[in-house]
């Protein structure tokens, strides 16, 4: 809860700032951010302990004009840049992280209105939030399909559940995300009046609580990039939203370990005594040896960190504020190399910096009453929803292999459309788009495949397999994501080969077959196709048709394979491979998987004993 002292100061700096001309420079932004930090102080460790809310922390941020900061100058904003709102970030943690993490998100999603806008959204967001002093909060998270944006016309319709929604219930605007149901995958950002009566809070997470959309409507002309129902993305420049959101979340654990270094030496030199058993008889706690270490070390590590990130602000600030059609995907890479950097430093000393204050200022400094234990918590909770660990691999395969990283967190991957990239003309490749530069613009998910292989390989202990299959055979199936060949059939590493392609046709996998006999010496062969099956809904003629409308290429030598009955289709496979002259006369059995129960059913047995040598 708020004290009574802070009210007052709240109050009294409210009145002041209504009486003064807004703040001209980045000096005097930050030194308005500092006087922010002087009066959430007064009882940020009551205000923590409570967990309420922050309104009022919130109110006195627009009335400092900090929301409004990167806002042009002639709808009433500050007209200042990236690097100025990456120190007053800092200057705000350092009283209360939590509330400068809600400053640095909401910097981050007012810009995304003008990197993921077409011309016309963004002129008309960029003033419309600016005009009034609207603090964003977003119900976001693209790695999720736990919202439907469904076309209702001329309007696009929410609905779903968001777990995160940080800021959303003190913010004026909330940004929802939803997927797409055209069967396109993309995911539809808009940017909706909080008060509207589908958005609603679920009072979960404490303050990261997550939120519920109902029915909530809005126009297609108010859907971020789309024009017509048509995604249309400008240029590189929408690739760059995370760059420099990430260094906002380094900004505040910069802040944080700042704000913490400097409680615990303001509680060193007024309460923490001399350690009475160190022989030399210390008449303060300032005089100890060690404690003057301690401090020394951690001012240092503290001062190199904000160093690094003053650097990366400052290339940011240059590019996000440069014409957008001079940004590079080159750029981009580089850059973002020097966040992760900032940002993994930041959190590796920061959490230093907030555990080391304990050796520092004594066992009473524990006391809930001072609370040094927030800057800690605050630190730990917020650095794992990115871990460092990531970030320090992409430096290292920068500083090692000049490779610039795919994003490790997906957003335009959801937003972007390949086939759209593909018919979009890059500045640098005028007469078609690069496909290094479109994969780094989509954002795949191979940065995830990535860091889940890193797991698995920590502890991997089945190197030491054998090349032919153990249980010598080979099974064929389709290539449906729902299907999962081993566990339905109860397969470990090295049992069998599994053969997979659309349908799960013999056809197509006679070459390994023949390899997977004649060379790895597999002696029996498992047929799985499965219900429900993409293969049922096509014909050739429909698929050639859409690969020549889309792709101007004809198909008519390929035949795709589709089959009208699952049953039959699963006989024909079983006859093609007893029939084929290249294949041994080994057990064939076909089944039919049923998607909704996970359970197989036997389709037919082929030849019960092992000829031809087998």
């Given amino acids: 809860m708020q004290s009574f002292k802070g009210e007052q100061a709240r109050a009294k700096a409210t009145l002041r700032w209504s009486t003064l001309p807004k703040p001209s420079s980045p000096s005097d932004w930050i030194s308005r951010a500092a006087e922010v930090s002087s009066i959430l102080k007064i009882d ?95 119900a976001v998270n693209p790695r999720n399909a736990d919202m439907t944006a469904v076309d209702g016309g001329d309007e696009l319709i929410f609905n779903g559940d968001k777990f995160f929604s940080t800021g959303g219930v003190i913010s004026d605007v909330t940004v929802l995300e939803g997927v797409l149901q055209d069967g396109s995958g993309l995911h539809a950002f808009a940017f909706v009046r909080t008060n509207h009566p589908g958005i609603s809070f679920k009072g979960d997470w404490d303050e990261s609580g997550g939120c519920v959309i109902k029915d909530v409507r809005v126009p297609w002309d108010q859907i971020g990039g789309f024009v017509d129902k048509k995604l249309t993305p400008r240029d590189a420049y929408n690739d760059f939203i995370l760059p420099p959101v990430q260094l906002q979340f380094a900004a505040v654990h910069l802040g944080v370990a700042i704000g913490a270094l400097e409680a615990a030496q303001e509680y060193t030199r007024t309460i923490t005594h001399a350690w009475p058993y160190g022989g030399d008889d210390k008449a303060k706690a300032t005089e100890e040896w060690y404690i003057l270490e301690g401090y020394g070390r951690l001012q240092t590590k503290l001062w190199a960190a904000e160093a690094l990130i003053d650097r990366t602000g400052e290339q940011i600030s240059k590019l996000i504020h440069a014409p957008r059609e001079d940004f590079t995907f080159e750029q981009r890479g580089e850059v973002a190399v020097q966040v992760a950097a900032s940002k993994a430093n930041a959190i590796e000393v920061g959490l230093e910096v907030c555990s080391k204050i304990f050796e520092l200022v004594g066992a009473r400094g524990s006391l809930s009453k001072y609370s040094f234990d927030r800057f800690w918590r605050n630190t730990r909770v917020h650095s794992l929803h990115d871990p460092p660990s990531y970030k320090l691999r992409e430096v290292g395969v920068w500083s090692l292999l000049k490779q610039a990283p795919e994003p490790s967190c997906l957003f335009i991957a959801s937003f972007i459309k390949y086939s759209d990239l593909l018919n979009y003309k890059s500045k640098n490749s005028p007469d078609n788009w690069h496909i290094s530069n479109s994969m780094a613009f989509i954002m795949s998910a191979a940065s995830e495949f990535e860091a889940a292989n890193a797991r698995y390989a920590a502890d991997f202990k089945k190197g030491d397999l054998a090349l032919p299959p153990a249980r010598k055979v080979a099974v064929l199936a389709c290539m449906d994501a729902r299907l999962d060949p081993a566990r339905a059939l109860g397969l470990e590493e090295g049992d069998a080969h599994v053969i997979r392609n659309a349908g799960g046709r013999a056809v197509d996998a006679l070459r390994s077959l023949v390899i997977s006999q004649q060379l790895l010496g597999t002696r029996e062969i498992i047929i799985l196709h499965h219900t429900d099956c993409g293969m049922l809904t096509f014909t050739d003629d429909v698929i050639r048709e859409k690969i020549k409308n889309d792709l101007k290429e004809n198909a008519d030598h390929i035949a795709f394979l589709p089959f009208k009955n699952l049953r039959q289709s699963v006989l024909d496979d079983v006859k093609l491979i007893e029939d084929s002259k290249l294949l041994l006369d080994v057990p064939v059995t076909g089944y039919i998987y049923d998607i909704k129960s996970g359970k197989i059913e036997k389709v037919r047995r082929g030849t019960e004993t092992l000829t031809h040598g087998a």
């Fill in 44 to 138: 940020a460790a009551e205000r923590d302990a409570a967990a309420k809310s922050p309104f009022a922390e919130v109110k006195l941020l627009k009335d400092a004009g900090l929301v409004n900061l990167l806002g042009p100058r002639e709808f009433g904003g500050g007209g200042e840049t990236w690097q100025t709102s990456y120190k007053v970030t800092t200057e705000v943690a350092k009283a209360d992280g939590s509330i400068a993490h809600l400053l640095g998100n909401h910097y981050s999603w007012f810009w995304s209105s003008q990197i993921l806008g077409t011309k016309k959204q963004a002129a008309r967001w960029l003033r419309e939030f600016t005009e009034g002093n609207y603090y964003l909060g977003g």
